[in-house]
């Protein structure tokens, strides 16, 4: 999960977000456990950044959403 969210910080200063924000999205699909039942929820947020970023616009609270997310179904899964 930790490179996910390393891709994710990365995603939203790039001016090119969308290949790691797919990447991000990737690792969390990958990732062993369903991180509290937020995996879903970081999915959902990651594919809202790239509609965003499709469309021009920033993703940034898009992509903070996800990490939260991320970091949430970390903390629940402990």
């Known amino acids: 999960m930790e490179k996910a969210i390393d891709l994710l910080q990365k995603a939203k200063t790039d001016s090119t977000p969308i290949p790691m924000l797919q990447k991000a999205k990737e690792q969390i699909k990958d990732a062993r456990h369903n991180k509290g039942g937020r995996r879903g929820d970081a999915i959902e947020a990651i594919n809202e950044a790239i509609e965003v970023s499709k469309k021009g616009g920033n993703p940034e609270s898009k992509i903070n959403q996800a990490i939260a997310m991320i970091h ?4 629940r899964a402990h």
């Open 72 to 75: 949430s179904g970390t903390d």
